[in-house]
């Protein structure tokens, strides 16, 4: 790999410009909530009923999300392109190079953003995400709870491979629990 100065992404670029948040599995995601906002100082932006917690540590709704399931593992990591353009080159540029989307595209109501979900060759979820809300004043902005009849696709566009909608949004839950750190043998 050969090191490559930093520059600004040219506008219609389907990169990614960042890391957008990383959704976690978890049996308890109220107890996750709670160590992460107790102990690290993260903030609640909402919850999806009782079952899937978004925190934040910048401005952009949610950094970090805890998703019931039975065990701990990783849900999904999503990667934020520039804009709604970019957004949808960078679904493109991915269908055209044979990656299969087997969710998307669509639009979150929660953190009103869009998705479209991938999975990498471990078979790891990945999204691609346009902006999402930002909250940018933490002393007006209360967190709110959704119902699940609120959790749609705003746009009505989203499509599951393979899979029933319902399918699609549970389907990291049954990857195999984290077995914990790797430990190195001894020498």
């Not at 410009?17 to 049996?27: D, E, F, G, Q, T």
């Not at 709604?84 to 669509?106: F, N």
Request: hydrophobic share 35%.
């Amino acid at each position: 790999m050969a090191t490559r100065p930093f520059r600004v992404l040219e506008p219609r670029e389907s990169i990614p410009r960042k890391l957008s948040h990383v959704v976690l599995n978890s049996p308890d995601p109220q107890r996750c909530m709670d160590f992460y906002t107790d102990k690290l100082g993260l903030k609640v932006s909402g919850w999806l009923e009782s079952w899937f917690g978004f925190l934040r540590c910048t401005p952009d709704f949610h950094s970090l999300a805890f998703v019931r399931a039975p065990h701990a593992n990783l849900n999904h990591v999503s990667f934020e392109l520039r804009g709604y353009d970019e957004y949808m080159r960078g679904v493109g540029r991915a269908l055209q190079g044979g990656v299969p989307m087997y969710h998307g595209v669509g639009k979150h109501t929660p953190a009103d953003s869009t998705f479209a979900y991938f999975r990498d060759p471990n078979g790891f979820t990945s999204e691609y995400s346009a902006p999402q809300e930002m909250i940018v004043d933490d002393e007006v902005y209360r967190p709110r709870t959704w119902l699940n009849s609120e959790n749609k696709d705003e746009w009505g566009t989203s499509f599951s491979k393979n899979l029933p909608e319902d399918r699609a949004v549970t389907m990291q839950r049954e990857a195999p629990a984290d077995p914990g750190p790797w430990i190195a043998p001894p020498v």
